[in-house]
């Protein structure tokens, strides 16, 4: 069981736009940034999206972050088959002490 | 350009123990802190903390046993992490990844939690 919550998967077909939510509590969201990586099948995490709406160089600007209250999502616009892969979110939680991730959300592009 | 590189799959028996490297290249290695990460297989991401590079001082994530010891080799720029007495469910990919400094008022408190980039993960298989 995650601290943090993601839909275990979502879809769309190629070019559309999907959203990824992922929903905390006042101890981790609430009070911390939040971050994005994307795992491609059997490759490391990479970072997406830091400081809740941030890209890395080299992140194109179809990736976006936002975050709102205790919860976070993330945007994905023109969707490509490469996009497909798991998305984690993750952040501090005081209350724990130890940084939390999502369970993962398994993107398809149909 | 960054990166981190770790040493490759390892396959134990039970209670023997295993070290896994993680040397950085191409930037100071002293001025970031270096995360350990485990991944399950077919499970998500857990955090089992983080170790300072200038003072060698680990933090370990609230549950990880003793039997996890993180490590330097500042002359090789390496960071390790070694796993005593494995367990079955010790079998997981670990990776190690970099992360800025928290400060407050000059002293280092913390690591960022985001990480960037990531070793490319080694497997640790337990298994008799």
């Known amino acids: 069981q995650s601290v943090l919550t993601q839909p275990p998967s979502v879809s769309a077909a190629p070019g559309q736009k999907v959203t990824i939510s992922c929903s905390g509590s006042?101890?981790?969201?609430?009070?911390?940034?939040v971050c994005w990586y994307q795992q491609l099948p059997g490759t490391a995490p990479q970072l997406l999206i830091y400081d809740n709406d941030k890209r890395p160089s080299g992140i194109p600007d179809r990736f976006s972050g936002s975050k709102s209250g205790t919860s976070a999502t993330l945007g994905i616009t023109g969707l490509q088959t490469g996009d497909e892969a798991d998305y984690y979110c993750g952040t501090w939680d005081n209350s724990l002490s130890l940084v939390v991730f999502g369970g993962g959300t398994k993107l398809t592009v149909l | 350009q960054v990166q981190l590189v770790q040493s490759g799959s390892e396959l134990k028996k039970p209670g023997a123990s295993v070290k896994v490297s993680c040397k950085a290249s191409?930037?100071?290695?002293?001025?970031?802190?270096i995360n350990w990460v485990r991944q399950a297989p077919g499970q998500g991401l857990e955090w089992m903390g983080w170790i300072n590079t200038n003072t060698g001082n680990p933090t370990y994530a609230p549950g990880l046993t003793g039997r996890f010891v993180f490590s330097l080799d500042t002359s090789v720029s390496t960071a390790y992490l070694q796993i005593g007495s494995l367990k079955a469910e010790d079998t997981a990919v670990y990776y190690c990844?970099?992360?800025?400094?928290?400060?407050?008022?000059?002293?280092?408190?913390?690591?960022?939690?985001?990480?960037?980039?990531w070793g490319q993960g080694t497997l640790v298989t337990v298994s008799s």
């Open positions: 990844a970099r992360a800025g400094f928290l400060m407050a008022r000059g002293v280092i408190v913390g690591t960022w939690n985001w990480f960037d980039p």
């Open positions: 191409g930037y100071t290695f002293t001025n970031f802190a």
């Open positions: 006042r101890s981790n969201i609430g009070k911390n940034f």
